[in-house]
C-alpha cells in the first residue's frame, strides 16, 4: 500500500511541479501586473464567490466518489453514468443560488457577465475533478496526473500568448477567463473519452433511486466542501464588502497577490493529499492496526512538516524582497499581508493529513463541527479586524481559523484511531522547527535566493539527520513491497 502511495505521490507531483509554479508565479502575475490591482481584485472576489458555492455543482459527490471507487472499483461503469446525470442536474441550482447572492450583493451589468461566465468555468472545473476522481479511485495516478495539469498548459499557451506576443493586443479580465472556459472544455472531454473508453460508457441515463441513494450519501461531504471553501475563501469577499473608504477591490487585490505565493506552497501539500485519500479508505476499510496506519501518518506528516516549516520561516524572512520579485506597485501593501499569511501552510499541511484521514474514515460528523467553528471564527475577526488593518487583518484571520482546524483535526485522529506519537518524535519535531527559525534569523544578511537556498540544505540534511526523512525506509518501500 506504501508503494501505491509512493508512486501516486511521484507522479501527481512531478506533473503538478513542471506546471503549476509557472502558471501561478508567472501567467497569473502576469495578468494582475497586466490589469493592475484594483481590476483584479474585482475579479477575484467574484471568483471567489462562485468558488465558495462550487460545492453545489457536486454535492460532495466526487469526494464520495473517490473513496467508494478505491473500495468497489467495479461499482465505476454504474455510477459514471448515473453521477454524470447528477452533475447536470445540479448546474441549474448552482446558477439560481450564485446569481440570487449577487443579486443581493447589487452587483451590476459587467459583474453579472463575469459572474456568468466564471460560473461556468466553475461548473468545467468541478466536471474535470469528478471524472479525476475517477482514475484517482482506480489508482490511475499517470492518468491522473496528465488531467490535473492539462488545464494549465492550455491556459498558460493562450495567456502567454496574449501577454507576450505583440500581436494579440494584451490582455484583459475578460479575454482571461475565456482562456481559462476553453481550456477546461478541452481537458473534461479528453477525461470524459478516456473514461468513456475505458468502461464501455454508451449513453447517460437518469435513475431517480440512483440519484437519491448517491446523494444522500455524499451530502455529508457536501457540507463540509462548502464550510471549508467558505472559511478559505471568503476574505475577498469580505474585504470587497467591509473595507472602508471604497478601498474593496485594492484590498481584495492586495490579499490575492500576496496570497498567491501561499497558494502555489498549498499545491504541494494538497498534491500529496490526492493518494491519500484512496489510501487510507482502502487502509480503514481493511481494519488495519494502529501501528500500520500510525507509520503511514506519521511518514506522511513528517514530509509535510519539514516541507512547511521550512517554506513558512524562510519565506516570512524575506517577505519584501519576494514581493518587489512579483509586483511592481504597492510592493510594502503584499509583505504585509504574505508574512503573515504564509504561515498558514503549517496548519494546511496538517490538514491535508489529518482532515484526509477522518474523510476516508467517514468521520463527516465532526469535520463538519470543526468546519463550521473555524467559519465562526474566521468571519469574526475579519469583522473586527478589516475596517482597521485592511487586508492584513484578513491574513490574521486566515492564519486563526486554519490554525483551529487543524489542532482540532489532529486531537481528534488521535483519540479515534488510537495514534501513539512518542515524545521523541515530538521533540524532533521541536528542535528541527527551532534550528529552522534560528537559520532564518541570519537570512536579512544574505542575498534573499543564497539565503533561500542555505536554508533549504539545512532544513533537508537536519531531517534526514533526524529521521524525519527517512531514505532508507522509502527505498526499502519502493524495491520490497508489491
Not at 509586483?327 to 501593501?333: A, G, L, Q, T
Not at 528541527?432 to 543564497?450: D, E, K, S
Request: aromatic share 12%; glycine share 6%; net charge positive.
Amino acid at each position: 500500500m506504501k508503494k501505491s502511495l509512493l508512486s501516486g505521490l511521484f507522479w501527481v507531483l512531478l506533473a503538478n511541479l513542471l506546471v503549476k509554479p509557472f502558471w501561478l508565479l508567472g501567467i497569473e502575475v502576469g495578468v494582475q501586473n497586466a490589469v493592475g490591482t484594483e481590476m483584479y481584485g474585482f475579479y477575484i472576489a467574484i471568483f471567489n464567490l462562485t468558488y465558495i458555492f462550487n460545492i453545489l455543482l457536486d454535492l460532495g459527490v466526487t469526494n464520495f466518489n473517490t473513496r467508494n471507487i478505491a473500495q468497489y472499483p467495479k461499482l465505476i461503469g454504474k455510477h459514471l453514468s448515473g453521477i454524470l446525470s447528477i452533475k447536470l442536474m445540479l448546474l441549474a441550482l448552482y446558477v439560481v443560488v450564485t446569481f440570487s447572492v449577487g443579486a443581493l450583493l447589487g452587483y451590476g451589468t459587467t459583474q453579472f457577465k463575469l459572474l456568468a461566465w466564471l460560473s461556468f468555468n466553475q461548473f468545467l472545473s468541478s466536471m474535470i475533478l469528478y471524472l479525476r476522481s475517477n482514475f484517482e479511485g482506480l489508482l490511475l495516478f499517470k492518468w491522473d496526473s496528465l488531467l490535473s495539469v492539462m488545464d494549465r498548459i492550455l491556459m498558460i499557451v493562450i495567456c502567454g500568448t496574449m501577454l507576450w506576443a505583440p500581436f494579440c493586443g494584451g490582455i484583459s479580465i475578460f479575454r482571461f477567463v475565456y482562456a481559462q472556459t476553453a481550456a477546461y472544455i478541452v481537458t473534461a472531454g479528453l477525461a470524459f473519452w478516456v473514461l468513456a473508453r475505458k468502461t464501455g460508457l454508451r449513453k447517460l441515463h437518469w435513475n431517480k433511486p440512483f440519484t437519491y441513494a448517491i446523494l444522500k450519501k455524499s451530502l455529508p461531504f457536501a457540507l463540509l466542501v462548502l464550510l471549508m471553501a467558505s472559511y478559505n475563501r471568503l476574505d475577498p469577499v469580505l474585504l470587497q464588502l467591509l473595507s472602508p473608504d471604497g478601498a474593496g477591490d485594492f484590498n481584495a487585490g492586495v490579499y490575492a497577490g500576496a496570497f498567491r505565493l501561499l497558494d502555489a506552497l498549498t499545491m504541494i501539500a494538497y498534491l500529496v493529499s490526492v493518494p491519500l485519500l484512496p489510501i487510507f479508505s482502502k487502509m480503514t476499510k481493511a481494519g488495519e492496526t494502529s501501528n500500520e496506519l500510525g507509520g503511514t501518518v506519521r511518514m506522511m506528516f513528517s514530509m509535510m512538516m519539514v516541507f512547511a516549516i521550512t517554506a513558512s520561516c524562510a519565506l516570512a524572512s524575506m517577505d519584501g524582497d519576494l514581493m518587489a520579485l512579483f509586483y511592481e506597485n504597492n510592493v510594502s501593501d503584499y509583505a504585509a499581508v504574505f508574512r503573515v499569511v504564509v504561515f498558514c501552510i503549517i496548519p494546511i499541511s496538517t490538514t491535508y493529513v489529518f482532515g484526509t484521514l477522518l474523510t476516508a474514515a467517514g468521520r463527516l460528523k465532526s469535520l463538519n463541527i470543526f468546519a463550521a467553528t473555524s467559519l465562526v471564527v474566521n468571519a469574526l475577526i475579519n469583522v473586527l479586524l478589516i475596517p482597521r488593518w485592511g487586508a492584513a487583518g484578513s491574513a490574521w484571520a486566515a492564519l486563526t481559523a486554519q490554525s483551529f482546524m487543524a489542532v482540532a483535526q489532529v486531537v481528534a485522529a488521535v483519540r479515534i484511531f488510537k495514534l501513539k506519537p512518542s515524545a521523541g518524535y515530538i521533540l524532533k519535531l521541536l528542535f528541527f522547527a527551532l534550528v529552522i527559525v534560528g537559520c532564518t534569523f541570519c537570512a536579512p544578511h544574505l542575498v534573499w535566493w543564497i539565503a533561500l537556498a542555505v536554508v533549504t540544505v539545512v532544513a533537508v540534511g537536519l531531517a534526514m539527520v533526524l529521521r524525519l526523512i527517512d531514505l532508507k525506509e522509502i527505498i526499502k518501500i519502493i524495491q520490497t513491497e508489491k
